[in-house]
Each structure stands twice: as structure tokens, then as C-alpha cells.
């Protein structure tokens, strides 16, 4: 099985930089299930192309698995796997090309960081539900798509088509998004997962999507479709991109064999939220906002539909997600006048910046758990120390209600670094209100649940304290 990446960025052999492979070798990966080689069957300056040969050794797959699942079947040893592209071949990307995957690049990190035109072509993907459903999952990303359905034997074209497809995407996209959008959707396409599934699935499904499966409108498919047979882990999975995502839900997933999320018809959380805040800030009469570590500028989105703001801020550490923000709002369209109520800007919240002064009101949503524990006193000090808004709103996971999350062992997110119970939170809002001349007025967001409390839990420090 075979894929292949190619760039007509100029120069183009600037992938072998990107990959950390060279363009004029050929090298070797040996992988659990057999073994995976990379070479360049084309590298010029306008055109370049890598490849990645996996030959699946179907004997050690079988061993593989027979370790890892209890079920024996025939299957085992006579499958496709040898010569259709799957979830192995995902997995074999992904090892690969492990530094390219994580975006990092020493010798291009503004290349790394940049969409590039980019051409994939599998030669033969298995497609569970047909070529739709290849549409359907990478056109929202961005690809052009071209899913050719394979007959089943040429020779006689009344028997129809196999459920294989020949795979071209074209696209201007970031390598990094590539490769971790063929190590989720090769195995949501295909029908047979070699792998058991534990509760780190679902985090290594929300790291891979990092970044554009949270707004993708058919993250219900993916999610089910990615954590297999387990329904559990595809709830905790939907449940935490409801807190990352803007819940637009495709109207086509209704009524099938996939379960939208919010089936019950409550307002999801990350739209709670934003309904509190917006509502703490208008109580506030704040008219200018900042929204420090803004994301992709979800909020900001809220703010800026809201007249009562005539300067509205938004702030991340994440260039990225200052791009998809300005995509968002549509910046680049507004006029004159909308977009001079508007400022977007990269900055660490962790050292003193004068932009973040003069605002009535800063909010800090879904950002102090991000923050490593021995920096949290230095963002302490650079917002409610230097930056004095008039209010500060901040809301933060309620460690006590993840036991709520079926399946989730760990933390909600797995950038978290800390999450907080009521009491934790009331001690951190209490000593930081005292230590800067604020008062903290604590609330919840979320429905309640008598013991635990809500799922999220909010802050309003407003001045006025003793300092
Ligand atoms: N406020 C948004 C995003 C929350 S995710 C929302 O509620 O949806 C946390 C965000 O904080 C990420 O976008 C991350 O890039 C940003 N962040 C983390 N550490 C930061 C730092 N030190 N300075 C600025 N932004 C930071």
C-alpha cells in the first residue's frame, strides 16, 4: 500500500526539510506490523513528491493482534490489509513522520508553520459507505477531492463497484494538519481497526485534531467512526469538543446511524458559557474587551455581534489560532468601520505587554488551566497586576464534575496542566483578588448537579478591594 505527498511550493525540495527525510534517499522504517520505506520518486525545484511503501507483513499483524484482541478469527490471517491503504498506514505516518506531524521544523519553522499547496493520492482506500463519505469528511478541511470508486473486477462491470476508492486530494493546507488528518480519517474511512481502543484513544484523537476537528462538520462520524466499536469513548470524545468547538452540526448526520451529540436538545457548554460571559460583561457595562487567549475566536465571534462593545481585543500565544480567528470573524472583509473595533494580536500572557492595558474588561476563558503551575503567579501579576482592567472574568474547568464525563480517566483536555475543584478555585480567586485590590464573585456555568457542582465554574473579579 502506498501514498503519496507531493508540493509544488517553490522551492519544492524543501519537503525533505519539513519530513526530516532527505530527498536523495531511501530509507527503511520497521514498524510492528512490517515495514514502512520512503523515498522521492520526483524532487525538483517546482515539483516534489515523497512516498511511503508499507508492506504489512500479514503474519506478525496476525501475532500483533492476537496479543491485543481476544478474538480469532480467519480474518486474521486472510484481510486485505497487505494492499489497501488503512488505519496501519495512518499509523505508519504517523511514526515516520513524527516531528513533521507535531508541526516542528528547525531548518523551516515559518514553512512548517505556512499552508502549502499540497496533492495526496492513495491508490486504493478502503471506503466504508462509498466515495460520499470521502467528500464528506475531507472537503470541510479544505481538499479538493477526487474519490474514485474501484469496480470490483473489470472484466465484469455488472457486478459494480468494491467498496475501495482511488483517493486524490489537492489543497492549499499545513503539513502538519495533512498528516494528522490521514492518521484520524484513514481508519474513520476504513472499516477495520487492527488496534484495541483505550481510554488514550480518545485523547490521541483530540491531539491529532487538534486545530480543525472541533468545527468540522461531521466531527459525530469521525469521533464514532475513529474510537470503533467502543460508544463510550466517542460520548467523552464529543463531550470535550463540545468544549472546544463551536457545535455547528451537519443537518445530514441526523437520523443516522450516527447519534448527534447534543441529542437530548440541551444548550451545549461551550454556548453556555459564552451566553455567561457575554451576560457578566453587559451587567459589567464593560464596553471595551480583551479576550486574552482567545483561540480561534469563538468568543471574540460573540463580542463582536454584540454593539455594546465598541473595542473588542483578542490575544493567544498561538499564531495559528489568531489565523483561524481572523478567518472566523472574516476580517479581511469587514468594513473599515467594523474592523476599527477589532484588533487581533500574538502575545504571551505570562510577560508584560502594554497592550493588554486600558480595557474595562479582560475575560479569561478556558485559559488558566493551560498555564504551567510556576508560571500562573507571573500572569497573575502581568494582568491583574499591570494590566489593571476595570473587571476580569475568568472560567475554568470543575475537577470535581469530571467524574460526570463517562470514561474520562485523566483530564478534560490533555493540555491541561492542573484543573481545580470549588474549593481550589475560591482559594486561587481569593488570594489573587486580595493581592491586586479585586473582588471575586464566584459562580457556575453548566447544569448543576447537587453534589459536584457545575462543569464549569467562573470567577468575576471586579476593582475595588483592598489592594
Ligand atoms: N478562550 C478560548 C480558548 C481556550 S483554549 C475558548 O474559551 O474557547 C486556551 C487558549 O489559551 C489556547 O488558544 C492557547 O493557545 C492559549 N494560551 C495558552 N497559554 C497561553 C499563554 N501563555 N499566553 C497566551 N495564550 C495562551
Not at 467594523?338 to 484588533?343: G, K, L, N, W
Request: aromatic share 8%; glycine share 8%.
Amino acid at each position: 500500500m502506498l501514498v503519496t505527498i507531493s508540493t509544488t511550493h517553490v522551492p519544492a525540495t524543501d519537503l525533505g526539510y519539513l519530513l526530516h527525510k532527505h530527498p536523495g534517499r531511501v530509507q527503511d522504517f520497521t514498524q510492528s506490523f512490517g515495514v514502512a520505506t520512503v523515498f522521492y520518486p520526483e524532487a525538483t525545484g517546482e515539483r516534489c513528491t515523497v512516498a511511503l511503501l508499507l508492506d504489512v507483513d500479514p503474519i506478525r499483524l496476525a501475532r500483533e493482534r492476537a496479543k491485543n484482541s481476544p478474538d480469532f478469527s480467519l480474518a486474521q490471517y486472510v484481510n486485505d490489509r497487505s494492499y489497501a491503504a488503512s488505519s496501519l498506514l495512518g499509523v505508519a505516518l504517523a511514526d515516520v513522520f513524527s516531528t513533521a506531524r507535531a508541526g516542528r521544523c528547525a531548518h523551516r519553522q515559518e514553512l512548517a508553520d505556512s499552508a502549502i499547496p499540497l496533492e495526496i493520492t492513495i491508490p486504493v482506500l478502503p471506503c466504508r459507505g462509498g466515495a460520499d463519505v470521502a467528500h464528506r469528511v475531507f472537503e470541510p478541511l479544505g481538499w479538493q477531492v477526487e474519490a474514485e470508486p474501484i469496480a470490483l473486477d473489470e472484466a465484469f462491470p455488472e457486478w459494480g463497484d468494491s467498496r475501495y476508492i482511488r483517493l486524490r486530494l489537492a489543497g492549499v493546507v499545513r503539513l502538519a494538519d495533512a498528516l494528522n488528518q490521514l492518521y484520524v480519517l484513514l481508519p474513520v474511512l476504513d472499516e477495520f481497526k487492527h488496534y484495541w481502543q483505550g481510554p488514550d484513544e480518545v485523547d490521541k484523537l483530540l491531539r491529532s485534531g487538534d486545530g480543525w476537528l472541533a468545527d468540522h462538520p461531521a466531527k459525530t462520524l469521525i469521533a464514532r467512526r475513529y474510537l470503533g466499536r467502543h460508544r463510550g469513548l466517542a460520548h467523552v470524545a464529543l463531550a470535550r469538543l463540545a468544549e472546544l468547538g463551536d457545535e455547528v452540526e451537519d443537518a445530514a448526520e441526523a437520523g443516522e446511524e450516527e447519534i448527534a451529540q447534543q441529542e437530548d436538545g440541551r444548550v451545549p457548554l461551550n454556548a453556555q458559557r459564552h451566553e455567561a460571559v457575554c451576560q457578566a460583561l453587559l451587567d459589567l457595562g464593560a464596553k471595551s474587551v480583551i479576550d486574552l487567549g482567545c483561540g480561534p475566536g469563538q468568543f471574540l465571534e460573540r463580542l463582536v455581534s454584540t454593539p455594546a462593545f465598541t473595542r473588542i481585543a483578542g490575544c493567544d500565544v498561538s499564531a495559528r489560532s489568531l489565523r483561524n480567528a481572523a478567518r472566523r470573524l472574516r476580517l479581511d472583509r469587514m468594513s473599515e468601520r467594523q474592523s476599527a473595533r477589532i484588533e487581533l494580536f500574538q502575545g504571551a500572557l505570562t510577560y508584560e505587554d502594554p497592550r493588554f492595558g486600558g480595557f474595562d474588561a479582560a475575560v479569561l476563558m478556558e485559559v488558566v488551566e493551560h498555564i504551567d503551575p510556576p508560571r500562573l503567579q507571573a500572569l497573575e501579576r502581568v494582568i491583574f497586576g499591570a494590566a489593571k482592567p476595570g473587571a476580569v472574568i475568568v472560567t475554568t474547568p470543575n475537577s470535581a464534575y469530571n467524574v460526570r464525563y463517562e470514561g474520562l480517566t485523566g483530564m478534560r483536555h490533555p493540555d491541561h496542566r492542573f484543573e481545580w475543584d470549588r474549593a481550589q478555585f475560591a482559594q486561587w480567586s481569593d488570594r489573587v483578588a486580595a493581592a491586586y485590590g479585586y473582588r471575586a464573585e464566584r459562580s457556575g456555568i453548566g447544569d448543576a448537579d447537587e453534589v459536584l457542582g457545575t462543569a464549569t465554574q467562573m470567577a468575576i473579579f471586579t476593582r475595588g478591594g483592598c489592594p
